[in-house]
């Protein structure tokens, strides 16, 4: 085995926290998560129970995020699905589902993308079972929603939106 020293003599601690509590390295955390609105419309049952044709399947998402204090964050997943078919609407499931997120010296160029990417995509697994559990209790056989890749929808609206600004003159936005 290697000789590998003394470690515990090459940690830089001059670059550790700062004394008397103050604590300049970036924190990211999940503080809670909960459901904030949760909508099940069932229209047309029990005639649509008997439907024979599949139905057609929309389903939107939205995201939002909003400072709460200066260091915790809400990101909002809110999450619509439509099941229509030829003889009307199946059920209708709109969700808005929340999580809090302490952040604490980061900076804004990390925290953006952070609060519409990787906080989503934390969020989803769980926005996903409600939205499964919400269709199966209305009568239908659970709707498992497909993995959403939050970090390349972020990155695609970011170029575009980049895309956009340099199309637009100085001075017309």
Same mark, same amino acid.
């Given at each position: ?5 003394n ?7 001059? /670059? =550790? ?6 604590? !300049?390295?970036?924190?990211?955390? $999940? ?13 047309? &049952? ?8 599949? *139905?057609?399947?929309?389903? /939107?998402?939205? @995201?939002?995020?909003?400072?709460i204090? *200066? ?7 809110? @999450?619509?699905? !439509?099941?229509?078919? &030829? %003889? ?6 709109? $969700?808005?589902?929340? =999580?809090? @997120? ?6 804004d /160029?990390? &925290?953006? *993308?952070? #609060? ?5 995509? +934390? ?6 079972? +409600? ?11 659970? #709707?498992? #929603?497909?993995?959403? /890749? ?5 990155? %695609? %609206? ?16």
């Amino acid at each position: 085995m290697a000789d590998e020293g003394n470690i515990i003599s090459n940690l830089n601690l001059e /670059d =550790g926290p700062v004394p008397n509590g103050a604590d !300049t390295s970036p924190a990211i955390g $999940l503080i809670s998560q909960y459901v904030k609105d949760l909508s099940v419309e069932n229209p047309n &049952a029990p005639e649509s129970y008997q439907w024979a044709e599949a *139905p057609d399947m929309a389903v /939107d998402f939205n @995201i939002s995020a909003r400072a709460i204090q *200066p260091e915790i964050h809400e990101i909002e997943l809110k @999450i619509n699905v !439509t099941s229509k078919g &030829a %003889q009307g609407t199946a059920f209708i499931v709109e $969700l808005a589902y929340c =999580g809090l @997120i302490g952040m604490r010296n980061v900076p804004d /160029d990390q &925290a953006h *993308p952070f #609060l519409f990417a990787e906080g989503p995509r +934390i969020l989803f697994p769980f926005a996903r079972r +409600i939205i499964a559990d919400a269709v199966r209790d209305a009568g239908y056989p659970p #709707l498992m #929603l497909e993995p959403i /890749d939050f970090n390349g929808l972020y990155m %695609q %609206q970011l170029a575009q939106a980049q895309a956009t600004a340099e199309a637009t003159p100085a001075g017309e936005a």
